[in-house]
């Protein structure tokens, strides 16, 4: 276990250091905050304002140590999709006592696996929880204890739904390193499913200002809310944009069911097939809630693929 350093009651703890977590943690320096930055290794690139720390947050002395001290705690662990219904409610109560011991908001990323199938119904956060699928019900499950745990006043939480990820830095996402590298190099890119149909997707800098906006803002308290998200179009058109931006058109390959391809392995499609129906329904998230009360509107999505592309130009020179 990492020591622990010195740091002020106003710190702000970070759980996982996956694209989520680690723009959460450079939003947070960006705003001023003391961050510490968590993950089971401790180890990665060093960025000005964080201290990065080791801890296994699945155990409770492990998510205590790397909680002390801290005002805020932002829960954006996550784990191998195929382990997630056996991982995450573990991990979720040793996060939650180890922040109910400390005092600490609790600010937790979630996604839209608790609404099921909506059959094309715009979701809001008054959208009904009906999911069917094994995690679709553990989200939901989750979700519950920790909207229960707020209402019985032991720790005060308050949750940050996106849609699927898409951004700088964002590679296991179906709009992310089955994509970009391919639009880039003239390789194939990945559509699953209706490309035609219109699909949300939230940019990962917007995913984390908006949770630490929920950080900052303790009025938003006990319920759910959806983060800051584009309106949507379809990957189709989003594939269009990407095409003006690389100047090459895309050679798109369609998944009509869940099977390997590219970054996506037998073992991850054979865990997503259920979540499926995400790809042959209309997906569209509804974040004006969101926008109304905290004044912060979403990034334009051609302003997202341009940044997007910029970051795979250079990460692939790194490969």
Known sequence: ????????????V?????????????????????????????????????????ADVGTAEGARAAV?????????????????????????????SA????GARLVVLDNLYPYGETGGAVMTEDTPWRATTRKGRMRAALDERYLAAHREGRVRVVLGRSADFVGPGVLNSTLGGAVFPGAITGG????????????SYTDIR??????????ERPEGDGRAWHLPTAPAVSTREIHTMIEKRTGRPLN???LEEARAFGPFDEVFMAEYAEMFYQNVEPQIVDSSAFERVFGMAPTPLEVTVDATVTWYEQWLTTL
Do not use: K, W
């Open 1 to 12: 276990m990492s020591p622990i350093p010195s740091d002020s009651r106003s710190l702000h």
């Open 14 to 54: 970070v759980l996982g250091s996956g694209p989520a977590g680690t723009s959460v943690a450079r939003e947070l320096v960006r705003r001023g905050h003391p961050v510490r930055l968590v993950d089971r290794r401790g180890e990665g690139p060093d960025f000005e304002g964080v201290r990065r720390f080791a």
């Open 68 to 96: 002390e001290g801290a005002a805020v705690v932002y829960h954006c662990v996550n784990v191998a999709y195929h382990l997630q219904v056996e991982v995450m409610p573990g991990i979720q109560e040793a996060v939650l």
């Open 99 to 102: 922040v109910e011991s400390t």
């Open 188 to 199: 194939e890119v990945l559509g699953i499913g209706d490309i035609d149909l219109p699909h």
């Open 206 to 215: 917007d995913v984390a200002a908006g949770l630490v906006t929920l950080g």
């Open 252 to 254: 798109v390959v369609i």
